[in-house]
């Protein structure tokens, strides 16, 4: 399936590992331009390097998602670059667990505020692509521990907040024909991932993890990745809205 995206201008914040490096490789392997930024500027030279190998305009930074400031003017220079925004990928996150107060200011921070500024500093690009092509969109990546918690943390309830903001950013940006839609990953596994890393610390957690879900194993980044870049396509032009789960089943809610 060709999804139209040769020559899209697109953003993936938090891009240079995991889910998010596999949603900008994908991008480019499709046709399309991508920026990337991430905190560590030595992971993220390299990617831009390997995303350019692919015959695409690539570009990247270090850029601090808890200081909106320092991203938006990042943006703004992408935007400059690559004469416009068509598709933001919104997938950077603070990962900390926990139910302290460092926990909750630092998943506010990069997860919320990092996703509002990103679409605020995005929006009159997007809308100006929209105009010109019928189509723009922004992909964020939740997780199921938005539905599912056992406990007073963090992570989930900033993850439940980012579907919520999606979901009425698509209403409000639909007359402009900007998409706004969510992905979100269940259990995904990856080197350096949090998963690897359970499975290194605590691998009773991580074999009875395993058998809570139906398909007997952990996602991809590119499973996500998949979804991700169908989501932010062309091909994808009248959903907007949506909350895509992506678990293997492992999650017992059923979405009306």
């Given at each position: 399936?060709?999804?139209?995206?040769?020559?899209?201008?697109?953003?993936?914040?938090?891009?240079?590992?995991?889910?998010?490096?596999?949603?900008?490789?994908?991008?480019?392997?499709?046709?399309?331009?991508?920026?990337?930024?991430?905190?560590?500027?030595?992971?993220?030279?390299?990617?831009?390097?390997?995303?350019?190998?692919?015959?695409?305009?690539?570009?990247?930074?270090?850029?601090?998602?808890?200081?909106?400031?320092?991203?938006?003017?990042?943006?703004?220079?992408?935007?400059?670059?690559?004469?416009?925004?068509?598709?933001?990928?919104?997938?950077?996150?603070?990962?900390?667990?926990?139910?302290?107060?460092?926990?909750?200011?630092?998943?506010?921070?990069?997860?919320?505020?990092?996703?509002?500024?990103?679409?605020?500093?995005?929006?009159?690009?997007?809308?100006?692509?929209?105009?010109?092509?019928?189509?723009?969109?922004?992909?964020?990546?939740?997780?199921?521990?938005?539905?599912?918690?056992?406990?007073?943390?963090?992570?989930?309830?900033?993850?439940?907040?980012?579907?919520?903001?999606?979901?009425?950013?698509?209403?409000?940006?639909?007359?402009?024909?900007?998409?706004?839609?969510?992905?979100?990953?269940?259990?995904?596994?990856?080197?350096?991932?949090?998963?690897?890393?359970?499975?290194?610390?605590?691998?009773?957690?991580?074999?009875?993890?395993?058998?809570?879900?139906?398909?007997?194993?952990?996602?991809?980044?590119?499973?996500?990745?998949?979804?991700?870049?169908?989501?932010?396509?062309?091909?994808?032009?009248?959903?907007?809205?949506?909350?895509?789960?992506?678990?293997?089943?492992?999650?017992?809610?059923v979405n009306y």
């Open positions: 399936m060709d999804l139209k995206l040769k020559g899209k201008r697109t953003i993936v914040l938090g891009g240079t590992r995991g889910i998010g490096r596999a949603i900008a490789d994908t991008l480019a392997d499709e046709g399309a331009h991508v920026a990337i930024c991430a905190r560590n500027k030595d992971q993220v030279d390299p990617a831009v390097a390997a995303l350019a190998a692919r015959g695409v305009q690539a570009t990247g930074a270090a850029v601090d998602m808890g200081k909106p400031d320092e991203l938006k003017a990042w943006i703004a220079s992408v935007a400059a670059d690559f004469g416009g925004i068509d598709i933001l990928v919104s997938n950077a996150s603070a990962l900390v667990m926990g139910a302290g107060r460092e926990a909750w200011e630092s998943m506010l921070q990069v997860d919320i505020l990092g996703a509002v500024a990103a679409f605020e500093a995005a929006r009159p690009h997007l809308e100006k692509a929209a105009s010109q092509s019928g189509d723009a969109a922004v992909v964020m990546i939740s997780s199921i521990s938005a539905a599912e918690t056992q406990n007073g943390g963090a992570y989930g309830a900033m993850k439940a907040a980012m579907i919520h903001y999606a979901k009425g950013l698509a209403k409000e940006c639909a007359k402009a024909r900007v998409r706004v839609n969510v992905v979100s990953p269940g259990t995904i596994y990856f080197k350096g991932g949090v998963w690897h890393n359970v499975e290194q610390m605590a691998p009773q957690m991580y074999e009875a993890t395993l058998k809570r879900n139906p398909t007997g194993r952990m996602g991809t980044p590119q499973e996500i990745a998949s979804a991700a870049v169908f989501l932010a396509s062309p091909v994808s032009s009248f959903t907007t809205g949506a909350n895509l789960i992506v678990d293997g089943a492992m999650t017992s809610r």
